[in-house]
């Protein structure tokens, strides 16, 4: 990730500060509490949830919204990027993209894993 200067991060929108809470305030909020009833489903869930990446790199993420940093979108998306150029072996039991991936490029998924061999 490259480091950028707060410098060059501010004044950088067309609106004001204010402008864009007045704008996307009602928009924002929605979403919070779509993630506050996401968070609250897996609480509510059986069972444990065993160690899932994905789980795992979305909680990491909302670290990074409350960590006062910049870029929190940038650093949020390289959260949950693939950075790997190994292409896998094979694509058998592979149904999809997981979302997220593991710090070693691999990520176990329930029945899928993703980066690594199945």
């Known amino acids: 990730m490259t480091d950028i200067s707060n410098r060059a991060y501010e004044n950088t929108a067309p609106q004001t500060r204010q402008q864009v809470v ?9 979403k919070l509490v779509d993630i506050a009833a996401y968070l609250d489903r897996i609480d509510r869930g059986q069972g444990d949830l065993p160690a899932d990446i994905r789980d795992i790199a979305f909680r990491k993420a909302i670290n990074v919204l409350t960590d006062g940093g910049t870029f929190r979108a940038r650093r949020i998306l390289e959260l949950f990027s693939d950075f790997s150029t190994e292409l896998p072996q094979s694509a058998e039991g592979m149904k999809g993209a997981a979302g997220a991936v593991a710090l070693d490029g691999t990520a176990n998924t329930g029945n899928l894993t993703v980066g690594g061999a199945s």
């Open 22 to 30: 007045d704008t996307y305030f009602m928009e924002h909020r929605a």
